[in-house]
């Protein structure tokens, strides 16, 4: 036990050596000390090996670490051979030479990991931003691409044909263009203090003439947004049919018949479901970037014409209206509302 103490002595002695860069009459004076305390047994033949230890120290002074290693290494190994001292002495100088505990290990591999977890996280959402915007640029060129394509001709039958044509040519174009510019349509329909009187009035048969989509696109809009999947109709007890009521330029109308929860011999009720069309609101986000996009560009070209038109108010105002209608809950609360006026 005595021999424990004094080695425990002899390496905080030897600790103070390292971290304060002493010369050798420091080592000397540990080195007394050391073997001078009573209970000590370390041997004459340790003291040379000591000097010899600190005057490696001075002349290593370019590598404090590997220097402050060997002395400590050296004058443990010299003053007892035991390797549980040995071991004992390195977990008393570990802050000096960098060796931590078991616990100290395990926080800084969990903060490693973590950071590396961080890093992964990070670098997913920076690619994951980056093929969003690839992906929106294709989408952009191919939906320009397919707009100039239904626009260039109509354009170009302007000098062809008589001004009823060329209206009937226009909405046509609009019908193929998709629910933006059907809206678009309806929109000049209604203002016929900025468009000719005839083109408004062909253009008023948005309202009503838009093409129905098959019950496909219908059906898998309702599987998708229904409980039960692929067996809402059962799950729900729904039936809905298949042909619909009617047809916007957004949504589609169509009859259903809800059993009620008392089971087959109840009274069925009868209901109207309307159903966005699939693959409308990813087209209509589209096509109101677009909008917004072109917008800007006259803005900086002709901000005369811009400013007369109010072109800024017109898209703003679009674009709310639009994005209005793609929300149903809107809707169904206003018929709520509009039921209790005449409760």
């Known amino acids: 036990m005595e021999r424990v103490l004094c080695a425990t002595r002899c390496a905080r002695g030897l600790q103070l050596l390292v971290r304060n860069g002493a010369r050798s009459e420091a080592a000397r004076t540990v080195r007394t000390e050391a073997v001078g305390r009573p209970g000590c047994t370390g041997s004459t033949a340790s003291v040379p090996k000591l000097d010899a230890a600190c005057a490696t120290s001075r002349s290593a002074a370019c590598a404090p670490r590997f220097t402050a290693l060997r002395v ?13 001292v040995a071991r004992f002495t390195m977990i008393r100088c570990e802050p000096t030479l960098g060796i931590f505990d078991e616990q100290t290990v395990r926080s800084m591999r969990t903060t490693a990991v973590q950071a590396s977890a961080e890093a992964i996280t990070k670098a997913y959402h920076v ?17 320009v691409v397919r707009l100039s394509a239904l626009s260039v001709p109509v354009m170009w039958a302007y000098q062809f044909s008589t001004s009823q044509e060329f209206y009937v040519a226009i909405r046509d174009a609009c019908f193929a263009a998709g629910p933006t510019f059907v809206k678009l349509a309806q929109w000049a329909s209604t203002r016929p203090d900025l468009f000719p009187a005839e083109l408004c ?52 109308v169509h009859r259903a018949t809800l059993q009620s929860p008392g089971g087959p011999h109840s009274e069925p009720q009868e209901v109207i479901i309307k159903v966005i069309r ?10 109101l970037g677009l909008l917004g996009n072109a917008a800007a560009i006259i803005r900086f070209v002709a901000p005369s014409l811009a400013e007369s038109w109010a072109i800024n108010d017109a898209v703003g105002s679009f674009d ?4 209005r209608q793609l929300d149903l809950r809107v809707e169904a609360h206003n018929l709520i509302k509009f039921a209790k006026q005449f409760e």
């Open 320 to 323: 709310t209206m639009m994005r």
């Open 201 to 252: 009035q062909i253009l008023a048969m948005t309202h009503s003439r838009v093409p129905c989509v098959s019950w496909e696109n219908i059906n898998r809009v309702l599987q998708r947004e229904l409980p039960g999947g692929h067996f809402y109709e059962k799950n729900l007890n729904l039936t809905v049919e298949r042909v619909p009521l009617a047809a916007g330029a957004i949504a589609q």
């Open 278 to 287: 699939a693959g409308v609101r990813e087209l209509i986000e589209l096509d």
């Open 127 to 143: 690619l994951a931003h980056l093929f969003a915007s690839l992906l929106f640029a294709f989408r952009a060129v191919f939906r």
């Open 72 to 84: 400590l290494s050296g004058a443990s190994l010299s003053l007892l051979s035991l390797n549980s």
